[in-house]
């Protein structure tokens, strides 16, 4: 089973390396998007996509079949539910 890990919250990394992050993670779809925008905005946008690109990134791994298992302390999966807007299954923990 391939394993991702899918930051949630604020995306410090898109604010301060702009599209990269998409880049490194292989979310080409939204780092053409960002890459689009950026110029035309001057780079202002990358202030938006810093708060909305984990979303969409959490969202399309879970589309792509991914699902969750929580590493975080303080994490749940009604939280991490709330935030991605979908309805979440966790996965056991059997390794």
């Known amino acids: 089973m391939k394993i991702r890990k899918a ?4 995306s410090w990394k898109t604010f301060f390396f702009g ?6 993670r292989g979310s080409w779809k939204y780092a053409l998007l960002m890459f689009l925008t950026m110029f035309p ?11 909305i690109f984990n979303r969409l ?3 399309s791994l879970l589309e792509d079949g991914f699902r969750l298992k929580i590493a975080e302390r303080g994490s749940s999966v009604e939280r ?16």
Do not use: H, K, Q, V
């Open 7 to 10: 930051p949630i919250g604020f």
């Open 41 to 51: 905005t001057l780079g202002l946008s990358t202030l938006i996509w810093s708060f």
């Open 19 to 24: 599209l990269w992050p998409a880049i490194f």
């Open 57 to 59: 990134y959490l969202n």
């Open 80 to 95: 991490i539910s709330a935030y991605s807007r979908m309805n979440i299954a966790l996965i056991a923990d059997s390794e």
